[in-house]
């Protein structure tokens, strides 16, 4: 498998997808053309999210098609050179994958060896499910359940402070609330500037942050880039 999961698209201060497109670009040596899912997108057309992600990508020298336009958007995914899963809400981009298909159509494509992309919500819908997202249920899935291209959980955009004046629980600590419900899944607590990339059968974590680890019955901690990650496989 090929996997590039991204924590977030933007860092504060810079351009849409800046920090991560080197490695983007190395990741996708060779792909001329990558199959896009734009339905995380809520508050802006799937054709302005598809424009905006190809003006990025072509500094690459990749064309983007988003499966939108597609009569069989399973088909484009099984005929993809590479496939991109943009960020925006979760539960958005989980209905509309499931009513394609396209959790089982990139699972199978992934397995192939077909490299994915993905970024905030496209990082969390290639878990096993989506239930680690930071999102606000505004629309309501057929499930939980996503792609399981990995077998641990990613919360992206992880944040360790709360802020002032908020009484309100702490990303840990609902993540803590979710391993207590699910006992036998890790989470990755990835970081801002933080991805992670899989391949030839190696997890690396990629960035300047540390990545906090979550399980039932185990201490949280911390792992370094360049660390071990064997144990979220």
Same mark, same amino acid.
């Given at each position: 498998?090929?996997?590039?999961?991204?924590?977030?698209?933007? =860092?504060?201060?810079?351009?849409?997808?800046?920090?991560?497109?080197?490695?983007?670009?190395?990741?996708?040596?060779?792909?001329?053309?990558?199959?896009?899912? %734009?339905?995380?997108?809520?508050?802006?057309?799937?054709?302005?999210?598809?424009?905006?992600?190809?003006? !990025?990508?072509?500094? +690459?020298?990749? !064309?983007?098609?988003?499966?939108?336009?597609?009569?069989?958007?399973?088909?484009?995914?099984?005929?993809?050179?590479?496939?991109?899963?943009?960020?925006?809400?979760?539960?958005? +981009?989980?209905?509309?994958?499931?009513?394609?298909?396209?959790?089982?159509?990139? &699972?199978?494509?992934?397995?192939?060896?077909? $490299?994915?992309?993905?970024?905030?919500?496209?990082?969390?819908?290639?878990? %096993?499910?989506?239930?680690?997202?930071?999102?606000? %249920?505004?629309?309501? $899935?057929?499930?939980?359940?996503?792609?399981?291209?990995?077998?641990?959980?990613? =919360? $992206?955009?992880?944040?360790?402070? =709360?802020?002032?004046?908020?009484?309100?629980?702490?990303?840990?600590?609902?993540?803590?609330?979710?391993?207590?419900?699910?006992? !036998?899944?890790?989470?990755?607590? &990835?970081?801002?500037?933080?991805? &992670?990339?899989?391949?030839?059968?190696?997890?690396?974590?990629?960035?300047?942050?540390?990545?906090?680890?979550?399980?039932?019955?185990?201490?949280?901690?911390?792992?370094? $880039?360049?660390?071990?990650?064997?144990?979220?496989?």
């Amino acid at each position: 498998m090929k996997l590039l999961l991204i924590s977030n698209s933007t =860092n504060a201060g810079e351009e849409y997808l800046r920090y991560p497109l080197p490695e983007i670009g190395r990741f996708l040596t060779g792909v001329r053309e990558v199959a896009f899912v %734009p339905y995380a997108a809520v508050t802006f057309s799937y054709a302005e999210y598809e424009k905006k992600v190809q003006a !990025r990508f072509a500094e +690459l020298g990749i !064309r983007i098609r988003s499966v939108h336009r597609a009569a069989d958007p399973a088909r484009m995914i099984r005929e993809a050179e590479a496939v991109c899963v943009g960020g925006g809400n979760t539960f958005a +981009l989980a209905r509309m994958m499931q009513r394609q298909g396209l959790m089982t159509a990139i &699972l199978r494509k992934i397995k192939a060896g077909t $490299p994915y992309v993905g970024w905030s919500a496209g990082s969390n819908v290639a878990c %096993p499910t989506i239930s680690t997202t930071n999102d606000m %249920p505004i629309v309501e $899935p057929e499930s939980f359940r996503a792609i399981g291209a990995v077998k641990f959980q990613i =919360n $992206p955009h992880y944040l360790d402070a =709360n802020p002032e004046g908020h009484a309100g629980e702490t990303r840990e600590q609902r993540i803590l609330e979710y391993i207590e419900a699910n006992p !036998r899944r890790w989470v990755a607590g &990835l970081r801002e500037g933080c991805m &992670l990339r899989y391949e030839n059968d190696r997890l690396e974590l990629i960035g300047k942050r540390p990545m906090r680890i979550f399980k039932k019955g185990v201490e949280t901690f911390e792992v370094q $880039p360049g660390e071990d990650l064997s144990f979220l496989l």
